[in-house]
């Protein structure tokens, strides 16, 4: 059963840059995308971008200037850097895998997320 | 902000249905058979419920089921229990983006 965990500093001052990291347990990360998605405190659900072992990434456009995602398949980690962070960036930040279904030898992305880390608690403050 | 609306709460009975509706545009919702549906207890992480507009996960209750029509999607559940007491987020792939999100739906077991 995968499991993913999510670390890194809990708390960024303004104008820094925020740096996560997503260690996969269980599967290899070979075998999917995989997602950050951020949530304020009390509020809705935000996409931050996506990864593919190959190194493509797509990014939620409101966010893109600020955001690289990369992967090291040697450690099965990838990870989240949000440049020039603000207080609107404080939020709960989980990582996901994309869902994918394996028929004979093709393997086939859908645009949901299957498994989740458990989140970790960024704070943005001076 | 969201790109799709959804109702901000709902209601029911144990044993009852109640039906959360996700509107968005023919950029997402109504362009795409890409709609999910995730379940959150509070200080949890998301649960997928439902992908590909109908389709369950391997371990979902049967008592999920999702529907879309035009640019409105929904999520049923039937035979309400108390551990259904979360709140549900609708998500489509959109034009431009991955995902996007619903704000939403706090469902509450009276």
């Known amino acids: 059963q995968v499991q993913l965990q999510e670390s890194g500093p809990g708390l960024v001052k303004p104008s820094e840059t925020l740096s996560l990291t997503c260690t996969v347990s269980g599967d290899s990360i070979s075998t999917s995308n995989w997602n950050w998605i951020r949530q304020p405190a009390g509020k809705g659900l935000e996409w931050i971008g996506l990864?593919?072992?190959?190194?493509?990434?797509d990014y939620n456009p409101s966010l893109k200037s600020r955001v690289t995602m990369s992967v090291d398949t040697s450690k099965n980690q990838f990870s989240l850097r949000l440049s020039s962070v603000t207080a609107a960036d404080t939020a709960v930040y989980y990582c996901?895998?994309?869902?994918?279904?394996?028929?004979?030898?093709?393997?086939?992305?859908?645009?949901?997320?299957?498994?989740w880390g458990q989140g970790t608690t960024v704070t943005v403050s001076s | 902000q969201s790109a799709l609306t959804q109702s901000r709460s709902v209601s029911g009975s144990p044993g009852q249905s109640v039906t959360i509706s996700c509107t968005g545009t023919s950029s997402d919702v109504g362009g795409y058979n890409s709609v999910s549906w995730y379940q959150q207890h509070p200080g949890k992480a998301p649960k997928l419920m439902i992908y590909?507009?109908?389709k369950r996960p391997s371990g979902v209750p049967d008592r999920f089921s999702g529907s879309k029509s035009d640019n409105t999607a929904s999520l049923t559940i039937s035979g309400l229990q108390a551990e259904d007491e979360a709140d549900y987020f609708c998500c489509s792939y959109a034009d431009y983006y991955f995902f996007v999100f619903g704000p939403g739906t706090k469902v509450t077991v009276l």
């Open positions: 990864i593919s072992t190959s190194g493509s990434s």
């Open positions: 996901a895998r994309r869902v994918v279904v394996v028929v004979g030898a093709t393997r086939y992305y859908h645009y949901a997320m299957d498994a």
């Open positions: 590909d507009v109908s």
